[in-house]
């Protein structure tokens, strides 16, 4: 059996966010669809839940896989997840657009290429010194 198909994860943790962009659902969903569309994706769904006393989950259902941010306003913080399957969506165009629209002062992430004999993982630089 050929263990080979073709994906691309993309984790990123974001710190450093103002409370306000992490707190809105509207805004985010807003963005999180945009994201999909810049990186070609195609958007089936997106649900969304508001924690209280605050806190956000946006989850985008793609033909290609999925989109997704969990956010903790109270600490800046956001966790961003993009994982698209085949070769013609790039995940990270996604993020990018993600972090252009929430400006985090500091960014952990992660490529990960999916679907070959092993994960192939690797580091990304995604801010601009």
């Known amino acids: 059996m ?3 198909t073709f994906g691309r994860h993309i984790i990123a943790d974001l710190w450093g966010v103002d409370f306000a962009k992490l707190n809105d659902v509207a ?3 807003e963005h999180v669809y945009e994201a999909a569309k810049v990186s070609g994706a195609t958007v089936l769904s997106i649900d969304s839940h508001r924690f209280d006393p605050h806190g956000v989950t946006i989850f985008a ?3 290609e896989s999925h989109l997704s941010i969990h956010t903790y306003p109270e600490k800046g913080f956001a966790a961003l ?3 698209t399957c085949g070769h013609t969506v790039d995940p990270l165009k996604s993020i990018q657009y993600l972090l252009s629209v929430l400006k985090p002062d500091k960014v952990n992430s992660l490529k990960v290429t ?3 004999d092993r994960l192939n993982v690797s580091r990304l630089s995604l801010l601009e010194d």
Do not use: A, I, P, T
Request: proline residues 0%.
């Open 27 to 29: 805004y985010l969903k």
């Open 2 to 4: 050929e263990y080979s």
């Open 81 to 83: 997840d993009g994982y």
């Open 61 to 63: 259902v793609l033909s």
């Open 114 to 116: 999916r679907g070959q």
